[in-house]
């Protein structure tokens, strides 16, 4: 256990769903990060938010939209997805937002159908 | 534009045999290297913090060194559970709190 949750751990949703994934630390940190995980591929950084403020937004597209609405909880709402977007949906916390380690939470493994 | 490249791609050694695992970037100024372990379906585990060249880390088998272009993440009498993926991930002091990850080393060790 790092201290990062992420609910739910699986998910199958269909192109004109609308959806959810949630992310909680308790590990007193101020920053929180969403990455998204493909086969073959690096970890790709989606956002950060230290604070609770985002700081950065790796050219993401709109039909995914963060949420912090405290320094402990991170959402990331899904809408329209396609079929590429399936991936691996980690999301990490540090102390702070430079230079400190990344603790990371299981993941979410989403399809999209 | 900041790159790291990590190799070999996948590694497989007899249970004691040791090796070493690189991870070459290229950064305009380096603000923290780190090493991570990931088993199949889960996160990535965090190991390792390195911020200058020189450094070393260690913990139990494994021992991470860096220079000024790589780092080598150097595993002692490996044991089957030492079975992973280990990534590397680079931050830039040009763009804080964006971790350049490469596509890792997957580690495969038989008994």
């Known amino acids: 256990e790092t201290g990062v949750t992420q609910t739910p751990r699986h998910l199958v949703m269909g192109m004109t769903n609308k959806k959810s994934l949630k992310c909680e630390q308790h590990l007193g940190h101020n920053a929180m990060y969403w990455y998204k995980q493909s086969a073959k591929k690096p970890l790709e950084l989606m956002f950060v938010y230290s604070l609770e403020e985002r700081v950065e937004n790796n050219s993401v597209p709109s039909r995914f939209s963060p949420e912090c609405p405290n320094s402990s909880h991170l959402f990331l709402h899904l809408h329209t997805l396609q079929p590429e977007d399936s991936a691996l949906y980690l999301c990490?916390?540090?102390?702070?937002?430079?230079?400190?380690?990344?603790?990371f939470g299981p993941g979410t493994r989403l399809t999209v159908t | 534009e900041d790159q790291v490249t990590q190799s070999p791609e996948a590694l497989r050694l007899q249970e004691g045999e040791s090796s070493s695992l690189n991870c070459s970037y290229t950064v305009s100024g380096l603000r923290g290297l780190f090493w991570y372990r990931q088993d199949p379906g889960k996160g990535p585990e965090f190991l390792f913090t390195l911020y200058s060249a020189g450094e070393e880390k260690e913990k139990e088998r494994l021992k991470a060194t860096l220079t000024k272009k790589e780092s080598f993440l150097h595993i002692t009498a490996p044991k089957p559970e030492d079975s992973a993926t280990y990534l590397c991930?680079?931050?830039?002091?040009?763009?804080?709190?964006?971790?350049?990850f490469g596509k890792g080393t997957k580690l495969s060790v038989k008994p």
């Open positions: 990490a916390s540090s102390q702070d937002f430079s230079g400190y380690e990344q603790y």
């Open positions: 991930a680079v931050e830039d002091g040009g763009s804080q709190g964006n971790l350049i």
